[in-house]
DNA sequence: CATCGACTGAAACAGTCGTTTCAGTAGAAG
DNA sequence: CTTCTACTGAAACGACTGTTTCAGTCGATG
């Protein structure tokens, strides 16, 4: 990847942080970004390929975070608060936008460049959840359940918080899981 | 609404529930459900509308399902079974995946035709939630956190059972979950 | 200086999009 | 029979899509 390359990604990524992915055009974005569609797709491949690699440098975002929480056992108590601490962020929001639109049009269409980004991330974040987990937990039919029903509670809350911006009840609610 | 006007806004519903909403497109859906596009506008003015008119019918049957859960107060922990089972059903998965689809369409772009449709749903959801609750419990701060906190344990197991089908495990995790 | 590879601008290509124009057909009402 | 309303088919419109063609420019290497 030249460094002409990374630059752009760079600049694009930005930009669909801000106008989304779902109907992201060349002509506009490469005007956006003192580019030309010419010059995408010599550098991508492709619309395609320049989606998936956007999709990429998002995860790498996420990733970020899911290094944030660390490996330790610290527990899914104290993991959830972390995680629902760095969702929260108001400078997290149009990251986690196109996080739920590619989510969602990962399962609508399963092809292309958005195949399996779903399935993906859940078992990207349960392996995190997972490693939080005390050791003796961790490989229990019962931990799997806990660890799913963690993700699930954050990711629910997500959706929540990113229609409705309600921090304050949101966070209310997570407050009352116990994660014993 | 003419009764050709009906008959093809569920021949379109049909479709959409196989095809998604992401990509429509006036003439292959018309092809598809033995029409055209020069009627599909004259009967429903504009795509845009066409769309507000399809996401409608959706709620319709999401409607349904909350009228079966009931407003009778049974508790929130029954109340999150019953949903449970409806959103696991097999049959519902379309609906949902529109469900989803039109959610993070409308966290992105929130006007058009999708406007409102996140907070919407949210809002419905909660209320239905509400009537589940105990009158005592129903108006005070914990019982709106409890309700939220259901919400989104509700909404994050869906996200899950979309993108990997795993019913087992994640209805373990709902299992795993003490509406005490 | 010549040559090569990386990069780019302008324009065209074939296709799809939502929408409109025009010209009807069918059935009920006067 | 005429007139009105509801509805429909065929074709075109202008705008936009991803992609390709052709013709370069520029800097480094031989």
Redesign the pocket.
């Known amino acids: 990847m030249?460094?002409?390359?990374a630059e752009?990604l760079e600049a694009a990524y930005r930009y669909v942080l801000q106008h989304g992915l779902a109907?992201?055009?060349?002509?506009?974005?490469?005007a956006a970004i003192?580019?030309?569609?010419?010059?995408?797709?010599?550098?991508f491949?492709?619309?395609?390929?320049?989606v998936r690699a956007l999709l990429a440098r998002a995860r790498e975002d996420e990733l970020a975070l899911l290094g944030d929480v660390g490996a330790a056992p610290i527990g899914l108590a104290r993991a959830v608060e972390r995680v629902w601490a760095w969702l929260a962020a108001e400078e997290h929001r149009p990251l986690l936008r196109v996080w739920v639109e590619a989510y969602a049009r990962s399962l609508v269409e399963p092809d292309g460049a958005w195949a399996g980004f779903a399935r993906a991330t859940v078992s990207d974040w349960l392996g995190v959840l997972a490693a939080c987990q005390p050791a003796g937990e961790r490989d229990t039919e019962q931990g799997v359940a806990r660890r799913t029903l963690a993700l699930a509670v954050l990711r629910g809350a997500l959706l929540d918080l990113l229609a409705t911006g309600d921090e304050k009840r949101i966070a209310a609610a997570i407050a009352e899981q116990r994660m014993h």
């Open positions: 030249s460094e002409r390359q752009l109907d992201l055009s060349l002509r506009p974005l490469a003192g580019s030309s569609p010419r010059v995408l797709l010599f550098l491949g492709s619309k395609d390929d320049l």
